[in-house]
């Protein structure tokens, strides 16, 4: 079999394998003077494919629910512990209304930021630069580039084609929000964006179209810079000004565009849903646990909902997620989310034609088709009361829009001639499902009306799903939006050794695209992705579908190829195999067992090892170890280690050195016991090598004296939340934090998310040492465990404890500001969510009705 692959990729060091077919093509693929072989319907890849895909059916339809207010629209908002709102009103319409209303008292700087974001409006107010004055462009950067996704334009196109359901979602909304902005006044609202010009009324159009941006996050997001630089050979991708306007200062090059970093392992979660097997009850609970941002745009926030009589959810949601429940519960099942393995885009090798000298044609089935030119314009603020217009042109294939890696995906012709450019598919470019999704999920009675809402719909974006219902049955699926590959295509792409070299090393999938055979056919239905049920136990915490229950393990479905979901006999990682330790130790379980279970902050690398690094500890003795040059003494830290309870708690000592010497582990482990698919819950295990382990630890206390902190400190001494104030200055109010961290193989993990949180609101950060997370303060926290409950089914109703470890609102002049976050630092505990209305008037701290019955 002949695969056209690209030369090009010899920088990224992909491999020996990939390495030397790059360099001898004849051997691999056949010489630079043929052709690529064309894969046609007649003339299929090698090897035998899975059968063809059954097609996708569902017959959901949603339950009786009012769409739109029967008279004009209004909403109770009940506000009970730590602020958070319950909306009732009568209709979907009027529940967004009331939703956005009570959202936009919490964090009404959060969407602003983003509604200029995914509209195309950050240089118009802010200026080119993210980072002022820097000459980066990142303003210009985002502005173009969401310009040519077209998430604006799609949302304009199509609002009207959306079901009632989603356009009442929206509508309202974006009414409750201008209700908001009307009655407060934009001089009112929370720093840092009272009185900014960059907040005003928005509409249906401007919710739909952050949406639809949210939808890119885990995709084409990524891609900004590398989509920025598209261009043909020849031609300058910076943008040029209109009407002779003077052109910019910027430092933006081709040259730093990297390779992008996609599915961030600390984007993670855990999720367990629990069935009647399991439980002390026989009725189903859950677990829900998301790693997430604490600051910027994947704030979750605190809420319930209910419309009398039709519907009744309480839980949370990404930030601006029109008046649906992300992660919670309702009178009948519960479900939690954690993000996936899967891969929800694909990048696209075009084949170029040689007799085309500009490089705009491609092609595809040996027929030529041509990448389109499309010019784009926005508005630049130059200073107060100044701009230019600024426009540049992108490029777009059949398969996408066009992107460059420099050193990696090139377009053009490289040193023996191949000629190829790339183009990015994204199967969330567009996803409509979102709102519909979603809204099953909050009116859906059990697990097969879940089952039936995944059938219709795919707008989980990047998320697996596991769910609890009342009956306690359990069911996990990857409800991801996964291009969907014929079966042709996925054998190729498994059985191609090119293509799989670069698979191994690249963050993403190459796919040939000379033929139509490859063209993607939509997204993935989910009668063909991963997918369980159980009466037992569900649960994930970011790897792969595979051992979502070790008994009955995920290999491959009946009806489809897995491979872009995930890898199958993959080694776990630690988190996972904790998570998958708490399981096996548990039974007849009762909520206050699962909250303990939550908040254990065990380290499972330490429960492997830390008897083996004592004995290690133990021989070393007082002799100095020697790194590099430096003798360096382990004592201290042996004697902290020797005073470690295993935990990740305030009061841990230990707990500093332990991750410290975890973090060098992990960039060079030698296990005792290698990783066996064959026990790949206990493998692999124990210290391989003494010598090696003291010289990791010698390094651990490197890091820790550079960092100024003391070997001895419990762990609430060096880690902590620390808040900005509105100007992005540090607030000095530093709470101390217990929770461990992915790399010891924490469950409860928190960490600092690093320079990017998705918005330009001001916030401040402590750059962490070299080949760390410690800073010279210590470990700041601003990611990690976020909405979290623990919640089970029970003869009265379904009954809940949570906790949102940033609290309920982001504005600094709000009661609800550090409550939860107090309560978490105090003592890691969960407070009760209140579902029935008795429950939730008995704990009512404020009420209001909004919109017409204001009145």
Not at 353 to 363: E, F, P
């Amino acid at each position: 079999m002949k695969t056209h692959v690209p030369t090009s990729l010899r920088p990224l060091q992909l491999g020996a394998l990939a390495l030397a077919c790059s360099v001898a093509l004849a051997g691999c693929f056949g010489s630079s003077s043929t052709s690529p072989t064309v894969f046609t319907e007649t003339n299929p890849p090698t090897g035998t494919p899975p059968p063809p895909y059954p097609p996708a059916t569902s017959n959901y339809q949603f339950p009786e629910v009012t769409v739109y207010a029967p008279g004009e629209v209004s909403a109770e908002i009940r506000r009970t512990d730590f602020g958070v709102p319950h909306i009732t009103s009568d209709s979907l319409e009027g529940i967004a209304f009331g939703t956005a209303f009570a959202f936009a008292e919490d964090n009404i700087c959060v969407l602003a930021d983003q509604i200029v974001r995914f509209n195309s409006q950050r240089s118009a107010y802010f200026g080119p630069d993210a980072v002022l004055g820097s000459g980066d462009s990142g303003n210009v950067i985002n502005d173009f580039t969401y310009k040519a996704l077209g998430i604006r334009a799609l949302a304009e196109q199509n609002i009207g084609n959306l079901s009632t359901h989603s356009q009442a979602l929206l509508q309202g909304y974006a009414a409750g929000y201008n209700h908001y902005l009307s009655e407060t006044g934009v001089e009112n609202i929370a720093p840092p964006c009272a009185g900014m010009p960059w907040v005003r009324d928005i509409t249906d159009v401007d919710m739909l179209t952050y949406a639809l941006g949210v939808a890119l996050l885990p995709g084409a997001a990524n891609f900004l810079q590398p989509l920025f630089i598209g261009v043909p050979p020849g031609e300058n991708f910076q943008p040029t000004p209109v009407a002779g306007a003077t052109a910019l200062n910027s430092s933006f090059t081709a040259q730093s565009v990297t390779m992008p970093e996609v599915n961030p392992s600390e984007l993670g979660s855990n999720g367990w849903a629990l069935g009647s097997d399991v439980t002390a009850s026989g009725n189903g609970m859950l677990l829900a646990n998301p790693h997430f941002p604490h600051v910027g745009n994947q704030r979750f926030w605190r809420f319930g909902i209910e419309i009398p009589g039709e519907m009744k959810v309480v839980g949370g949601s990404l930030s601006g997620m029109p008046g649906v429940v992300n992660i919670g519960y309702n009178e009948n099942i519960a479900w939690t989310h954690t993000f996936s393995t899967a891969e929800r885009f694909i990048v696209y090798q075009l084949e170029l034609d040689t007799s085309d000298a500009s490089g705009l044609t491609y092609l595809v089935d040996g027929e030529p088709h041509q990448i389109q030119p499309e010019t784009y314009q926005i508005q630049v603020a130059t200073g107060p009361g100044s701009a230019i217009t600024l426009e540049k042109t992108f490029y777009h294939s059949s398969f996408g829009p066009m992107l460059t890696i420099p050193g990696a995906f090139e377009w053009g012709a490289d040193l023996v001639g191949t000629t190829s450019a790339f183009a990015l598919h994204d199967a969330n470019l567009p996803n409509w499902d979102i709102l519909d999704h979603w809204l099953g999920l909050n009116l859906a009675s059990d697990i097969d009306e879940v089952e039936s809402v995944f059938g219709k719909y795919t707008g989980l974006i990047f998320n697996n799903a596991m769910v609890a219902d009342k009956h306690g049955d359990v069911f996990f699926t990857d409800g991801s939006s996964v291009p969907d590959l014929r079966p042709e295509a996925l054998q190729t792409i498994r059985t191609s050794l090119p293509l799989l070299a670069i698979r191994g090393q690249a963050p993403f999938t190459l796919v040939p695209g000379n033929s139509d055979i490859f063209r993607p056919l939509g997204k993935v239905p989910h009668q063909r992705a991963p997918r369980l049920r159980r009466s037992d136990f569900v649960q994930n915490s970011n790897d792969s579908f595979w051992l979502t229950n070790p008994e009955a393990p995920i290999m491959s479905n009946e009806n489809a190829d897995l491979l872009l979901f995930g890898p199958v006999n993959n080694q776990q990682t630690l988190r996972s195999r904790m998570g998958q330790k708490k399981l096996t130790e548990i039974a007849s379980v009762s909520l206050t067992e699962l909250e303990e279970t939550l908040f254990s902050n065990r380290a499972f690398l330490g429960e492997e090892l830390l008897a083996d690094l004592l004995s290690a500890c133990s021989s070393q003795g007082a002799a100095p170890v020697l790194v590099g040059e430096a003798e360096v003494s382990i004592v201290q830290a042996c004697a902290a280690l020797a005073m470690w309870d295993g935990r990740m708690d305030k009061a841990s000592v230990g707990a500093m050195v332990f991750r410290e010497f975890a973090e060098k582990f992990s960039r060079n482990p030698t296990w005792a016991i290698p990783y066996t698919v064959q026990q790949p819950l206990t493998t692999p295990s124990g210290l391989g090598s003494n010598q090696q382990a003291v010289q990791l630890l010698a390094q651990a206390v490197q890091t820790i004296d550079q960092a100024g902190l003391d070997i001895m400190a419990p762990l609430g001494d060096v880690q902590f939340v620390e808040r900005s104030l509105p100007n992005g200055v540090a607030s000095g109010n530093r709470l101390p934090w217990g929770g461990a961290n992915n790399i010891e193989g924490g469950f409860n993990v928190f960490r600092s998310q690093g320079a990017e949180d998705g918005t330009l609101l001001p916030r401040h950060r402590y750059p962490s040492l070299p080949g760390t997370q410690l800073s010279e303060e210590g470990y700041h926290i601003t990611s990690g465990s976020s909405w979290m409950f623990v919640m089970e089914f029970t003869e009265d109703g379904p009954v809940g404890r949570g906790l949102l470890t940033y609290s309920q609102s982001s504005d600094i002049r709000s009661p609800h500001y550090i409550d939860q976050t107090e309560l978490y630092s105090d003592m890691p505990q969960l407070a009760p969510i209140w579902f029935q209305r008795a429950d939730i008037e008995a704990n009512t701290i404020s009420i209001r009705t909004v919109g017409a019955a204001e009145e």
